[in-house]
């Protein structure tokens, strides 16, 4: 396939990509850091390219509504924000998610909490890959730690919301979202026809014909009995993505005799810690969850054999590191290394880190 | 004897529209909702439309209305419905779209959606039943409770002063350069269902030519709510909601 | 080749655009770039920064606490980034505006008078260019035909008839450029 080389930062990159992937709307709100995703989107005029529907909406809680009507009608819809203005959607990615439709959502998260900062965070791990609304439920969330990546997941992550018809979150961070690097776009997806969604999504309410029952999309059912089944079967959803769809990068792994396990941006500059710690004679590797649910249990219990330690690198003060110690389950020592706020940890720094928390004297 | 034999066919004088389900409906007796979705369903059979028609159901007593309106429908989290509007009428422009929503979602909790929508004209049909209180959850104080009207979180009568004042949502939105069609009505007596009625298929018809936002206000009892029986609900509606919120078209295109 | 540059001064400098300028370079010459900038209220006429890395192979961090090159426009980013030249980095600033010079031994130090240079060629909008015409010269990680194939790249069409201008303060940037410490 023709492939086209741009400079791009990772909020234009998201917002072409999914222009080529066909989606057909995107709703959204102004909020730094990622604000050139609608911009980007508004210069672009998709509506002349392919038809895709842009709309500023008058709040993030209006933005996931539109998505949510709008996913309700089979079409490819998404949104973004950042860490604040997720919060606002999370009602209705909770109704998204119990009705069963596919969306997808991109969080370019910031400091908090509460307004925080601007400056790049990790700290809504636990938000995105727990539920982060009401009720028992998940989101598959993909990790990008590259522009690339986030070109290359927003056409994966439709394919994943429709095939779970469910929601999908990207979290990305402040400096995935702001930075520039090189990136491959793909081909023109062209959208699907209204008869095309017709046909695809039975139960898309575009309008009864006499051929079939109406269409219901709701989240409510107060019959607690229908509520319980209803619960399974999202259950069943979570545990079928445990099995088919972990994604994970494993870095100088083969002889490590330590681990950093690190997502998204921290995953980049655990690369760079990794050189400046071979410098010093220490042997680290690097695993990279991609998913971060369902997240890698079984790899990075694998390598727990393997390793005389693990460090959880996040810039969080200690979210992930909640999900690798139950993967490790005691077998080796894991701690946590992070610089939250909006505070970006230099590689450095991650390497003190390991030589004081894991390796010791 | 057989129901045929009782009821004759050719004496046969009105029918259900197929429109509305089976299902027995969760509204009180002497509630004004079920006209209101009847007249609604009506239109879009009259229409002929239904294959082109997508609801939105609110929170409120009307949560369940998709178990009564025999179409495709989405219920919306409590207030959202003129974004869930926007969403699917975006994606698909030629369809006809409509939220059936409350006091209480539109005018409270649902405010900033309503008056946005209705201001970037989205070309929606808002129905919005007005009865002054919180139905479902028991009868608590509403956006537009009249002043001095009692409700189990204004037990003496709502006080201006210490509550606020009581919010005319329909004359708000007919300030706005985006609706096409404003009104006020009532489904109280036959003649006042005949005239909401004729207000909804305008709304439709508008809505066919893209004009902008289409909004019906319906005045409505609740006489649960209200603690009042039917008859009495209806004479109260006349006599305190009726001169505060006015029956009448408010806008009209030229 | 791995080159880590932070290029430091006021907002309205053209610290963003000179550094998108370079990596597109890289670009062009296929290799790997990043393009990081400090963002939010400060490039509002604060101290804007942008990390640039250019390398043959796949960049790991875009975030670093030391780097190859301080370009250095502001006395506050001289405060900031001098200490965070590698020993045997490399540092190039304009003296214009800098109360306290860089006193570093174990650092090559090179000054260019952009602003003044600039100003003399009677567009102070090259100001940019004449800097990385001076680091080019110091630092030659792209070829100059890269760096005009970069500039029609990321210039909007309206803007080529300007390329030509930006050719000559590069230029300028490089025959200006002075030695002031070698380590």
């Given at each position: 396939?023709a492939?086209?080389?741009?400079?791009?930062?990772?909020?234009?990159?998201?917002?072409?990509?999914?222009?080529?992937?066909?989606?057909?709307?995107?709703?959204?709100?102004?909020?730094?850091?990622?604000s050139?995703?609608?911009?980007?989107?508004?210069?672009?005029?998709?509506?002349?390219?392919?038809?895709?529907?842009?709309?500023?909406?008058?709040?993030?809680?209006?933005?996931?509504?539109?998505?949510?009507?709008?996913?309700?009608?089979?079409?490819?819809?998404?949104?973004?924000?950042?860490?604040?203005?997720?919060?606002?959607?999370?009602?209705?990615?909770?109704?998204i998610?119990g009705?069963?439709?596919?969306?997808?959502?991109?969080?370019?998260?910031?400091?908090?909490?509460?307004?925080?900062?601007?400056?790049?965070?990790?700290?809504?791990?636990?938000?995105?890959?727990?539920?982060?609304?009401?009720?028992?439920?998940?989101?598959?969330?993909?990790?990008?730690a590259?522009?690339?990546?986030?070109?290359?997941?927003?056409?994966?992550?439709?394919?994943?919301?429709?095939?779970?018809?469910?929601?999908?979150?990207?979290?990305?961070?402040?400096?995935i979202?702001?930075?520039?690097?090189?990136?491959?776009?793909?081909?023109?997806?062209?959208?699907?026809?209204?008869?095309?969604?017709?046909?695809?999504?039975?139960?898309?309410?575009?309008?009864?014909?006499?051929?079939?029952?109406?269409?219901?999309?709701?989240?409510?059912?107060?019959?607690?009995?229908?509520?319980?089944?209803?619960?399974?079967?999202?259950?069943?959803?979570?545990?079928?993505?445990?099995?088919?769809?972990?994604?994970?990068e494993?870095?100088?792994?083969?002889?490590?005799?330590?681990?950093?396990?690190?997502?998204?941006?921290?995953a980049?500059?655990?690369?760079?810690?990794?050189?400046?710690?071979?410098?010093k004679?220490?042997?680290?590797?690097?695993?990279?969850?991609?998913?971060?649910?369902?997240?890698?249990?079984?790899?990075?219990?694998?390598?727990?054999?393997?390793?005389?330690?693990?460090?959880?690198?996040?810039?969080?003060?200690?979210?992930?590191?909640?999900?690798?110690?139950?993967?490790?389950?005691?077998?080796?020592?894991?701690?946590?290394?992070?610089?939250?706020?909006?505070?970006?940890?230099?590689?450095?720094?991650?390497?003190?880190?390991?030589?004081?928390?894991?390796?010791?004297? | 004897?057989?129901?045929?034999?009782?009821?004759?066919?050719?004496?046969?004088?009105?029918?259900?529209?197929?429109?509305?389900?089976?299902?027995?409906?969760?509204?009180?007796?002497?509630?004004?909702?079920?006209?209101?979705?009847?007249?609604?369903?009506?239109?879009?059979?009259?229409?002929?439309?239904?294959?082109?028609?997508?609801?939105?159901?609110?929170?409120?007593?009307?949560?369940l209305?998709?178990?009564?309106?025999?179409?495709?429908?989405?219920?919306?989290?409590?207030?959202?419905?003129?974004?869930?509007?926007?969403?699917?009428?975006?994606?698909?422009?030629?369809?006809?779209?409509?939220?059936?929503?409350?006091?209480?979602?539109?005018?409270?909790?649902?405010?900033?959606?309503?008056?946005?929508?209705?201001?970037?004209?989205?070309?929606?049909?808002i129905?919005?039943?007005?009865?002054?209180?919180?139905?479902?959850?028991?009868?608590?104080?509403?956006?537009?409770?009249?002043?001095?009207?009692?409700?189990?979180?204004?037990?003496?009568?709502?006080?201006?002063?210490?509550?606020?004042?009581?919010?005319?949502?329909?004359?708000?939105?007919?300030?706005?350069?985006?609706?096409?069609?404003?009104?006020?009505?009532?489904?109280?007596?036959?003649?006042?269902?005949?005239?909401?009625?004729?207000?909804?298929?305008?709304?439709?018809?508008?809505?066919?030519?893209?004009k902008?936002?289409?909004?019906?206000?319906?005045?409505?009892?609740?006489?649960?709510?209200?603690?009042m029986?039917?008859?009495?609900?209806?004479?109260?509606?006349?006599?305190?909601?009726?001169?505060?919120?006015?029956?009448?078209?408010?806008?009209?295109?030229? | 080749?791995?080159?880590?540059?932070?290029?430091?001064g006021?907002?309205?400098?053209?610290?963003?655009?000179?550094?998108?300028?370079?990596?597109?370079?890289?670009?062009?010459?296929?290799?790997?770039?990043?393009?990081?900038?400090?963002?939010?209220?400060?490039?509002?006429?604060?101290?804007?920064?942008?990390?640039?890395?250019?390398?043959?192979?796949?960049?790991?961090?875009?975030?670093?606490?030391?780097?190859?090159?301080?370009?250095?426009?502001?006395?506050?980013?001289?405060?900031?980034?001098?200490?965070?030249v590698?020993?045997?980095?490399?540092?190039?600033?304009?003296?214009?505006?800098?109360?306290?010079?860089?006193?570093?031994?174990?650092?090559?130090?090179?000054?260019?008078?952009?602003?003044?240079?600039?100003?003399?060629?009677?567009?102070?909008?090259?100001?940019?260019m004449?800097?990385?015409?001076a680091?080019?010269?110091?630092?030659?990680?792209?070829?100059?035909?890269?760096?005009?194939?970069?500039?029609?790249?990321?210039?909007?069409?309206r803007?080529?008839?300007?390329?030509?201008?930006?050719?000559?303060?590069?230029?300028?940037?490089?025959?200006?450029?002075?030695?002031?410490?070698?380590?």
């Amino acid at each position: 396939m023709a492939k086209e080389l741009k400079l791009m930062k990772g909020n234009e990159a998201i917002a072409e990509a999914a222009i080529r992937a066909g989606s057909d709307a995107y709703f959204g709100y102004p909020i730094t850091p990622q604000s050139e995703v609608i911009e980007y989107l508004m210069a672009e005029k998709p509506h002349e390219r392919t038809g895709m529907v842009v709309l500023q909406a008058e709040s993030e809680l209006a933005a996931i509504n539109m998505v949510y009507g709008a996913a309700g009608t089979g079409k490819k819809v998404w949104t973004s924000s950042s860490s604040p203005g997720i919060s606002l959607k999370q009602e209705g990615i909770s109704y998204i998610a119990g009705s069963e439709l596919p969306c997808v959502i991109v969080n370019v998260v910031r400091g908090g909490p509460g307004l925080g900062t601007i400056q790049p965070s990790q700290a809504d791990y636990f938000q995105a890959t727990k539920g982060g609304g009401h009720g028992d439920y998940h989101l598959l969330v993909l990790a990008p730690a590259s522009v690339q990546e986030m070109a290359d997941f927003i056409g994966d992550a439709f394919d994943l919301a429709f095939k779970y018809r469910g929601p999908v979150m990207i979290l990305s961070d402040g400096v995935i979202g702001q930075m520039m690097e090189k990136v491959y776009l793909k081909e023109q997806v062209p959208r699907l026809s209204d008869d095309e969604i017709a046909e695809k999504y039975p139960w898309a309410t575009i309008g009864k014909p006499a051929s079939r029952e109406r269409n219901i999309i709701t989240s409510l059912d107060l019959d607690s009995s229908k509520m319980e089944l209803h619960n399974i079967h999202l259950q069943s959803k979570y545990r079928q993505m445990e099995e088919e769809e972990v994604r994970f990068e494993k870095i100088n792994c083969d002889d490590a005799d330590y681990l950093f396990v690190a997502y998204g941006s921290s995953a980049r500059i655990c690369q760079k810690s990794i050189q400046l710690a071979a410098e010093k004679g220490i042997k680290v590797g690097l695993l990279r969850p991609i998913t971060l649910f369902p997240f890698p249990k079984k790899q990075i219990s694998e390598m727990a054999d393997k390793v005389k330690g693990i460090l959880s690198v996040e810039m969080s003060a200690g979210q992930m590191i909640e999900d690798v110690k139950l993967a490790v389950n005691g077998r080796v020592k894991v701690e946590h290394f992070g610089r939250y706020g909006g505070i970006i940890p230099t590689p450095a720094e991650v390497v003190d880190a390991l030589i004081e928390k894991i390796i010791g004297e | 004897m057989k129901f045929e034999d009782i009821i004759k066919k050719e004496n046969l004088i009105y029918k259900k529209t197929p429109l509305m389900t089976d299902n027995t409906l969760s509204y009180c007796p002497g509630c004004g909702h079920g006209t209101a979705h009847r007249i609604t369903m009506e239109i879009v059979e009259e229409m002929g439309i239904v294959q082109d028609t997508i609801g939105i159901a609110p929170v409120g007593c009307s949560v369940l209305a998709y178990e009564f309106m025999n179409v495709d429908m989405t219920q919306a989290a409590h207030g959202r419905a003129p974004a869930v509007a926007t969403g699917i009428k975006r994606c698909w422009p030629d369809k006809f779209v409509f939220t059936y929503q409350g006091d209480g979602d539109l005018a409270a909790i649902g405010t900033a959606e309503t008056i946005h929508a209705c201001n970037r004209g989205e070309n929606i049909t808002i129905i919005f039943i007005n009865n002054g209180i919180y139905g479902m959850t028991g009868g608590q104080m509403a956006p537009t409770t009249i002043e001095g009207m009692r409700s189990s979180t204004s037990p003496y009568g709502r006080d201006a002063a210490l509550m606020g004042h009581p919010l005319k949502m329909t004359e708000l939105v007919a300030q706005l350069p985006g609706t096409c069609f404003v009104t006020r009505q009532a489904v109280h007596t036959p003649s006042a269902v005949r005239k909401a009625k004729k207000a909804i298929r305008k709304a439709f018809e508008l809505q066919k030519e893209k004009k902008g936002t289409t909004f019906v206000e319906i005045v409505s009892n609740c006489n649960s709510g209200w603690k009042m029986t039917p008859v009495q609900a209806n004479k109260w509606m006349v006599d305190n909601m009726f001169p505060f919120f006015p029956l009448g078209d408010i806008k009209v295109p030229e | 080749m791995t080159e880590e540059i932070i290029i430091a001064g006021f907002g309205g400098q053209g610290v963003l655009s000179m550094g998108k300028i370079l990596a597109y370079s890289g670009i062009m010459q296929d290799q790997e770039v990043s393009w990081m900038p400090s963002y939010g209220p400060e490039m509002r006429g604060g101290t804007a920064n942008v990390t640039v890395i250019v390398s043959d192979e796949r960049i790991s961090s875009p975030v670093l606490n030391e780097f190859d090159t301080a370009i250095i426009l502001n006395q506050q980013s001289m405060d900031k980034f001098e200490s965070a030249v590698k020993k045997g980095g490399t540092l190039v600033y304009d003296p214009n505006g800098i109360t306290h010079h860089p006193e570093r031994k174990d650092i090559n130090i090179y000054s260019i008078e952009a602003a003044k240079k600039a100003s003399e060629m009677g567009n102070t909008k090259i100001f940019n260019m004449v800097v990385l015409g001076a680091y080019l010269k110091v630092k030659p990680i792209v070829k100059i035909e890269n760096v005009i194939l970069g500039l029609k790249k990321s210039l909007p069409a309206r803007y080529h008839s300007l390329i030509a201008l930006n050719k000559d303060a590069i230029t300028m940037g490089m025959d200006a450029v002075k030695e002031i410490n070698k380590a």
